[in-house]
């Protein structure tokens, strides 16, 4: 079945440092990908997304380009803040029936920056 | 706009007791509803979706149910609670019928404590 796959957490970067978390994913298709943040405490918040292959999904600095040929939506961010340690989860939209969706996640992968 | 509430924010439940989980959607009609869990080193799993009132699918097998008696409105139950309930509980909407790219929506999250 769908599925997707993340790196594995946590993540512990300095301020100002490249990020990047690495997302696969196995789909019959061509799903919407997501990226969902988490901060401390508080339910997701959609961060960004694509919808067809090679389109880049980018918000708040972050970006990841939807890669048909590797199965991947990796995560990238030039220079990172403390504000975004946070829990990162991908994601992907998979039709449920013939009149519904949801999502799938990965098991999401928790950044901590330190200034 | 749409809004989406979701209570209680955190409940500690004896062992065999009963679980009631509320959530409920503004500003939208016939939305995708959904019950996610957050467990430790499990990463957001998809208990529960329907696609209206009274239509409840079920993801995974376990201790839980979900009913939807109106529209905007769904609930999580258990009639007895086991430890290994204890989690983090999200309730989400998303638009409805062949909206692939939409994007779900999620409440604040219960954290819900089995002792």
């Given amino acids: 079945g769908d599925s997707v796959t993340q790196m594995e957490g946590p993540v512990t970067l300095s301020e100002e440092a490249f990020l990047t978390i690495n997302c696969t994913y196995t789909a019959t298709g061509y799903p919407s990908l997501f990226w969902y943040v988490q901060y401390p405490g508080e339910g997701l918040q959609l961060l960004l997304k694509a919808t067809k292959a090679d389109d880049k999904g980018s918000n708040k600095g972050f970006e990841a380009t939807y890669r048909k ?17 946070a829990v990162y989860f991908c994601a992907l939209l998979f039709p449920v029936n013939q009149a519904g969706t949801a999502l799938i996640f990965g098991k999401g992968t928790t950044l901590s920056v330190s200034s | 706009s749409q809004t989406i509430h979701q209570w209680p ?5 004896p062992v065999g007791s009963p679980l009631s989980l509320e959530c409920t959607v503004e500003g939208t009609s ?3 509803l959904y019950w996610y869990r957050q467990a430790a080193g499990r990463g957001l799993q998809l208990l529960f979706y329907s696609v209206g009132i009274g239509q409840i699918s079920s993801e995974v097998p376990q201790n839980l149910s979900a ?3 109106q529209d905007r409105q769904f609930i999580l139950s258990s009639k007895k609670l086991l430890l290994s309930d204890s989690g983090f509980y999200l309730c989400a909407w998303s638009d409805t019928v062949g909206r692939l790219n939409t994007e779900a929506f999620f409440g604040q ?5 089995v002792v």
């Fill in chain 2, 67 to 69: 009913s939807r008696p």
């Fill in chain 2, 109 to 113: 999250g219960t954290r819900l404590t």
């Fill in chain 1, 69 to 85: 040929e590797t199965t991947s939506f990796h995560l990238e961010k030039g220079s990172v803040q403390v504000s975004d340690s």
């Fill in chain 2, 30 to 32: 016939n939305p995708n």
């Fill in chain 2, 9 to 13: 924010a955190t409940l500690v439940q």
